[in-house]
């Protein structure tokens, strides 16, 4: 199965044509409890990042607390080494 290369922007955005029959290809076809919602780690990050690309960033940073997202944000910049110079 080809991976996604998703499109996640701040504003959500529509899909086209193509990106729908590539994603619900790829959606799980039911939702399942089986540790959490639906089976897999890989079902889950499918399904997030549906949501992601079709509501956006912007809304997504609502849920939570922003201290957390903060810090999320900067351990990855510090795992891809990045610097934040002028």
Do not use: C, T
């Not at 199965?1 to 790829?26: A, C, N, T, V």
């Not at 690309?53 to 891809?80: P, Y």
């Amino acid at each position: 199965m080809k991976p996604i290369d998703w499109d996640i922007r701040r504003e959500g955005r529509l899909w086209s044509h193509d990106e729908f029959d590539q994603r619900s290809y790829q959606a799980p076809e039911k939702i399942e409890y089986v540790d959490g919602i639906f089976a897999s780690d890989r079902q889950r990050l499918i399904v997030l990042g549906m949501l992601l690309e079709n509501l956006g960033i912007d809304r997504a940073v609502r849920l939570g607390r922003l201290e957390d997202w903060k810090a999320a944000i900067a351990d990855l910049e510090k795992k891809q080494g990045f610097r934040n110079e002028p």
